[in-house]
Structure formats: structure tokens, C-alpha cells
């Protein structure tokens, strides 16, 4: 199992930016596909974002097209989301996932591996 640590949370205005980071453990984080997901109080989980194994491919959830951002380094084992023209309705705790048994994503891929989560809070 990949350990996975999410990073860059916090607390911002509506209209403002923030880059969230995971890192994870283990050798072969260039094979596999990662994705962000977020929960908001009272809600189911819901996806945000995947990227393949070379970033090359990215996919997003309608509602942060053109405002987020997946990126990966392969070189530090680490997936990026940038996320910016935030809403309020964007606060959520936003979770890192792993598809470790494939290099691509397509929609309802299975997710193995999990970060604890980071909170993002946006004030209207």
C-alpha cells in the first residue's frame, strides 16, 4: 500500500487560489494514476480530478473545469491541484487517491489508497 499526504489546505476568500499537494511513498508512483476527491459536511465524497501515470492525460468534475488544475511530478512523487476562482461552495476536505493497478484513469476507476485529507475553507 502507498502511504499518501495531503498538504496546502487552509482558509481563503472567495475569488482566491490555493495548490494542494500530496506526496507519496514507494518507487513506482510514475506507474499509476492519481486523482483528487472531496467531502463536504453532510455530503457523499465526490471526485474532482484524476491524472494518468505521465500527466499527460487530465480529467475533471464539471463543476471545477477551468478553475483547477492536476499536475504531477514523478520525480518527487508528488500530485499537485491548483485550484483557483474559488467558491464557497468549493470548501470541502479534499483527499489524494492512488489507482495503483492502472496507469490511466477513465471515469469509476477503483481508488486503493488514501490521504487523511486537508481542509479547505472558502469565505464568501
Known amino acids: 500500500q502507498v502511504h499518501l499526504v495531503e498538504s496546502g489546505g487552509g482558509l481563503v476568500q472567495a475569488g482566491g487560489s490555493l495548490r494542494l499537494s500530496c506526496a507519496a511513498s514507494?518507487?513506482?508512483?510514475?506507474?499509476?494514476?492519481m486523482g483528487w476527491f472531496r467531502q463536504a459536511p453532510g455530503k457523499e465524497r465526490e471526485f474532482v480530478a484524476a491524472?494518468?501515470?505521465?500527466?499527460?492525460?487530465?480529467y475533471y468534475a464539471d463543476s471545477v473545469k477551468g478553475r483547477f488544475t492536476i499536475s504531477r511530478d514523478n520525480a518527487k512523487n508528488t500530485v499537485y491541484l491548483q485550484m483557483n476562482s474559488l467558491k464557497p461552495e468549493d470548501t470541502a476536505v479534499y483527499y489524494c487517491?492512488?489507482?495503483?493497478?492502472?496507469?490511466?484513469?477513465?471515469?469509476?476507476?477503483?481508488?486503493?489508497?488514501w490521504g487523511q485529507g486537508t481542509q479547505v475553507t472558502v469565505s464568501s
Open positions: 491524472i494518468n501515470w505521465s500527466g499527460g492525460s487530465t
Open positions: 487517491a492512488a489507482a495503483r493497478y492502472y496507469s490511466d484513469y477513465v471515469p469509476g476507476r477503483h481508488f486503493d489508497s
Open positions: 514507494g518507487r513506482t508512483f510514475s506507474n499509476y494514476a
